[in-house]
């Protein structure tokens, strides 16, 4: 079943079609959390065929089930960000919804200098 845009335009394709008309030489970045959003972007990029690295910044907090999803996922790479949550907490408090200082440290500031690809829902 295609997925259909208001002007009639076939969302997969047209993502596919932006992939590739903006792959850098060295391909992708993907920043890829485990997640649905992620195993979409992960799905469009093969499906486009253009060249990418995916990656999973670990974060020591993720639940188990994550983890396993993740690790059947062999294209995708397991990074270390050299700091953990609970290495974050004590010097920045819990994480809530308005401060999001973990994703920042652990997350965000990894693939510098590269084109990265995330799937965030709209």
């Not at 974060?59 to 290495?87: A, C, N, Y």
Request: charged share 25%; aromatic share 8%.
């Amino acid at each position: 079943m295609a997925l259909i845009d208001i002007t009639g335009r076939d969302k997969v394709q047209v993502a596919i079609e932006r992939l590739r008309a903006f792959e850098p030489p060295e391909g992708y970045w993907l920043a890829y959390s485990g997640g649905k959003d992620s195993d979409t972007i992960l799905a469009l990029a093969k499906m486009a065929g253009v060249k990418f690295e995916a990656h999973y910044s670990i974060t020591s907090v993720d639940p188990p089930e994550v983890l396993r999803h993740i690790k059947s996922h062999p294209e995708v790479q397991r990074d270390f960000p050299g700091e953990t949550m609970w290495t974050l907490i004590p010097n920045n408090g819990v994480p809530t919804r308005m401060r999001r200082f973990c994703c920042t440290k652990l997350k965000e500031s990894r693939g510098k200098g590269r084109v990265i690809v995330t799937g965030v829902r709209w």
